[in-house]
């Protein structure tokens, strides 16, 4: 037993904005991360072998938008920083408020069951068996693969975009036939990078539907500083945005890609400030989805046939919490995960979720934000709805979310920040007029 209450998973972002909220409300805890510094996912070469960061990477979200409320980025930022930056800039807010010393390296939650009673019994990589009264889940989502299951057999390497590093690491991408799958951001990124002249042969980009490839920049400005104000009513906020990206880019088949059947923004945004150059260029070729492998080539959708000697698949990452055992704990096989405000689970009200969010466009601020109702509730500041409450406002959350987007996988966690952020302020008012009703008032 441990005299503090809380357990954390993870010292990731998530994890460690968590962990700063409880120290600032006084709530003991203790963090786990089985790696040896905090970062997560921004942790290059993390030791735990979790962390998809490439060395070429640069965030997405422009500094505005990705930085903490209470630690400001540094002024002299760029306005897309690479990944080493991030990374020093978590280690410099965990030194700054104090919290690794709170925070044990090297220390996996091998297994976290519900008591009957309420609370949870964790088993720890070390042998140890803890108690605590609450817990926090902040592993993340981007590090398990999703990796196709393809048929046939292929003479050449096949990596998931997960492992790649550099054109050299783990593959030697020189000189070789290379074919990423999938237009997600780590595709668009891989096959840029990898299509340069001095590094492979030729580059295939293989997908089963087009996308609306975005810049980073829009009139001179990031992008996603323009994005629309929550107070506008979405619809009209949607076909504004959509109408300036049609404006901006034009016809996605201008650049040699397939036309998308979808209109801007249906999808989670696939940014990329090189890759429609490098399309328009004939450094990369779209080409439709794999149906299957033969020996030194895939087969397409279609039915051409193209020899490659490597594939990258860029096809995203399962959902997954291997230290809990509870089916009702577990996503369902369409990639569903139903968490009411995205962080509480209406069957545990000791059972806390952070960062387990797609968020446009940050995830950093996000679990920042999340974190204050965490700590509200954890404080006893905050009352949740009844268990039939949350379910109905999970449902009508969902439809406000994920009404823009088309059905997949990839899409179920998926959050319009600003409006989820004004939402979270406003539960967390409604949880605290609630204290102050009788126990089961609605």
Not at 209 to 219: D, F, H, P
Not at 390 to 419: N, S
Request: proline letters at 6%; one cysteine or more.
């Amino acid at each position: 037993m441990t005299d503090n209450t809380v357990a954390i998973i993870g010292a990731g972002c998530s994890g460690f904005t968590t962990a700063k909220r409880l120290t600032d409300q006084g709530i003991g805890f203790d963090c786990f991360e089985m790696s040896d510094d905090v970062g997560g996912n921004w942790y290059y070469g993390n030791p735990n072998g979790r962390s998809a960061c490439y060395q070429s990477l640069h965030i997405d979200t422009s500094t505005s938008r990705l930085e903490f409320e209470d630690f400001p980025a540094p002024a002299d930022w760029p306005h897309f920083p690479h990944h080493s930056l991030i990374h020093r800039y978590f280690r410099d807010y965990v030194d700054h408020f104090g919290l690794r010393d709170s925070i044990r390296f090297g220390t996996a939650v091998q297994k976290a069951v519900h008591r009957s009673s309420g609370g949870w019994d964790l088993t720890l990589s070390t042998g140890e068996e803890r108690s605590y009264d609450a817990l926090v889940v902040a592993n993340g989502h981007h590090w398990n693969p999703a990796s196709p299951d393809y048929r046939g057999h292929f003479d050449g390497q096949i990596i998931h975009s997960h492992d790649y590093r550099t054109p050299v690491d783990p593959v030697d991408m020189h000189d070789k036939r290379v074919m990423v799958v999938g237009m997600g951001n780590s595709g668009l990124d891989i096959a840029s990078e990898v299509s340069n002249r001095t590094i492979a042969e030729h580059v295939w980009v293989s997908a089963r539907r087009g996308v609306w490839v975005l810049s980073k920049y829009r009139g001179g400005k990031p992008a996603d500083k323009m994005m629309m104000p929550p107070w506008m009513p979405k619809r009209l906020g949607l076909a504004i945005s959509r109408r300036a990206i049609k404006k901006s880019l034009g016809s996605m088949a201008g650049y040699g890609l397939p036309e998308p059947d979808h209109e801007p923004l249906s999808a989670h945004p696939s940014v990329s400030i090189d890759f429609l150059a490098k399309a328009g260029s004939g450094d990369v070729t779209c080409v439709p989805a794999i149906d299957r492998l033969d020996g030194d080539a895939v087969v397409l959708a279609d039915g051409g046939r193209i020899a490659v000697d490597v594939i990258v698949t860029a096809t995203g990452y399962r959902m997954s919490f291997p230290f809990f055992d509870d089916p009702a704990l577990l996503p369902d096989d369409g990639h569903r995960y139903p968490l009411f405000k995205r962080i509480f689970h209406p069957q545990f009200d000791d059972l806390y979720y952070a960062g387990l969010a797609q968020s446009s466009p940050t995830i950093v601020n996000l679990a920042e934000q999340q974190s204050k109702i965490i700590a509200a509730h954890l404080a006893g500041r905050y009352r949740l709805p009844t268990a039939d409450a949350m379910r109905e406002a999970i449902a009508a959350d969902e439809r406000r979310h994920l009404g823009q987007y088309y059905d997949a996988p990839r899409h179920t966690i998926q959050i319009d920040f600003a409006r989820y952020v004004k939402d979270l302020l406003a539960e967390i008012e409604a949880g605290e007029k609630r204290m102050r009703e009788p126990v089961g008032a609605r």
